[in-house]
C-alpha cells in the first residue's frame, strides 16, 4: 500500500515538474500574448498560442493568427509552415489580403527565402490584383535569384538588404 502511495506521489510530481503547454482561455489574449512571445523571440509560445485562437477564433482573429503563423514560418524559413498558412489565409480570409499585405507578405518570403510561399504570393496576387505586377517585379526577380543561387544570394540590386 505505502509503495502505490509514493508511486503515486511521485507521478504527480513528476507530472508536475515538466514543462507543460501554456493554457489559453481567451482568443484575443492568445493572440496578445502570442505577438508578444514573437517580438521576444518565444516561438513556441507565439505558436500555441495563434494555433489556439485559430482553431477557436471567428472570422478576423482567425486571420490574425494565420498570419501570426505564417510570420513565425517566415522567420524560422520554415516553407511548409508559411505555405499551409498562406493557403488558408487566402482561401478563407482572401479579403484581408490587400494588395499592401501581399506586398509585405512577399517580401516576408524574400528575406527569409520561403520562395514556394513566395511564387503563391505573387500567382496570387496577379490574380486578385493585376494591377501590381509592377509591384512584384523585383520581389519575382529575388526569388528566381534565390532558386537558382541559394538562400546567401546577394539581393541588394534589387532592393533587398543583406545580412
Avoid at 511548409?80 to 494588395?99: G, R, Y
Wanted: glycine fraction near 8%.
Amino acid at each position: 500500500m505505502r509503495l502505490s502511495i509514493l508511486l503515486l506521489i511521485s507521478a504527480f510530481l513528476g507530472a508536475c515538474s515538466g514543462d507543460s503547454a501554456p493554457v489559453f482561455a481567451d482568443v484575443d489574449a492568445a493572440i496578445d500574448q502570442a505577438d508578444s512571445a514573437k517580438v521576444d523571440g518565444d516561438t513556441d509560445l507565439a505558436k500555441a498560442g495563434y494555433e489556439y485562437a485559430r482553431d477557436n477564433g471567428d472570422g478576423d482573429s482567425q486571420a490574425d493568427a494565420l498570419m501570426g503563423l505564417f510570420e513565425l514560418g517566415c522567420a524560422s524559413a520554415d516553407d511548409d509552415m508559411a505555405f499551409t498558412n498562406f493557403e488558408a489565409l487566402s482561401s478563407s480570409h482572401a479579403d484581408k489580403l490587400t494588395q499592401g499585405e501581399l506586398k509585405r507578405m512577399v517580401d516576408l518570403c524574400v528575406i527569409s527565402a520561403t520562395i514556394e510561399t513566395g511564387d503563391s504570393i505573387i500567382s496570387f496576387a496577379m490574380e486578385a490584383f493585376p494591377e501590381m505586377q509592377d509591384d512584384l517585379t523585383k520581389p519575382a526577380a529575388a526569388i528566381e535569384k534565390i532558386r537558382t543561387e541559394g538562400p546567401g544570394a546577394d539581393l541588394r540590386e534589387l532592393g533587398y538588404a543583406g545580412d
